[in-house]
């Protein structure tokens, strides 16, 4: 069975400008999620689909930062513009089950920005 | 709110000694609670999870934890360490409707040869 892909894997940019990032889930995943990991800490959620519509975007900085689940599938985070402070990793991760009573969240290997 | 605390940043043990690999937990309710691993450059994966069936939990690795309610306590052990058991640990709570998991800020374990 093939994992959650993520790509790209590494990515540098400069402050104000856009990023995109892209997860595919498991095949046959309702749920997904993309969470932000800054250096020393642990994960954090932004924003939780279930199919094609958002369950919880409260922590997503909608300022800058937008995603989207088209079609209930795959997935892309966008930055627009960076900051030095969202320098982190960006984990997709999907689930099986629905929202409430979920099982394992299976993550991908996530995708590394630097913003300089 | 649900929350966990993840007592040590950084653990260092030697090939073949036990580890053990602390979290408490803050929670208004009986809470599910799992612990991740993450290697260098790798994903999330899933050691163990708690939800409110036996008390010791058993996981993959030969890792296992405890859940114990007086103390909330959830912490993490494996009799003998590997060198492949050097990794980040994260201990996790479900929170409360949707599936959102809350992570603690990770334990580091190195083992040395």
């Known amino acids: 069975e093939a994992g959650v892909a993520q790509s790209p894997r590494y990515k540098i940019i400069e402050k104000r400008q856009s990023v995109a990032f892209w997860c595919n889930p498991i095949s046959g995943h309702a749920t997904l999620y993309w969470y932000q990991q800054i250096l020393g800490q642990g994960p954090k959620l932004l924003i939780q689909f279930q199919n094609n519509g958002v369950v919880d975007d409260s922590q997503l900085p909608k300022d800058r930062f937008s995603a989207e689940r088209l079609k209930g599938v795959d997935s892309t985070l966008k930055i627009q513009p960076a900051k030095l402070e969202d320098s982190a990793v960006y984990l997709c991760a999907s689930s099986l089950y629905v929202a409430g009573d979920g099982g394992e969240l299976f993550f991908g290997e996530g995708s590394r920005l630097t913003v300089l | ?113």
């Open chain 2, 1 to 113: 709110a649900q929350s966990v605390t993840q007592l040590d940043s950084h653990v260092s043990v030697s090939e073949g000694t036990p580890v053990l690999l602390r979290c408490n937990y803050s929670s208004s309710y009986s809470p599910s609670l799992f612990w991740y691993v993450q290697h260098p450059n790798k994903g999330l994966q899933l050691l163990l999870k708690y939800t409110s069936a036996a008390t010791l939990v058993k996981g993959i690795n030969g890792f296992e934890a405890e859940f114990k309610k007086s103390e909330t306590s959830f912490h993490l052990t494996k009799p003998s360490a590997h060198m492949s058991d050097a990794a980040e640990y994260f201990c996790v709570v479900r929170g409360t409707g949707a599936n959102n998991l809350f992570f603690g800020t990770g334990t580091r374990l190195t083992v040395i040869p």
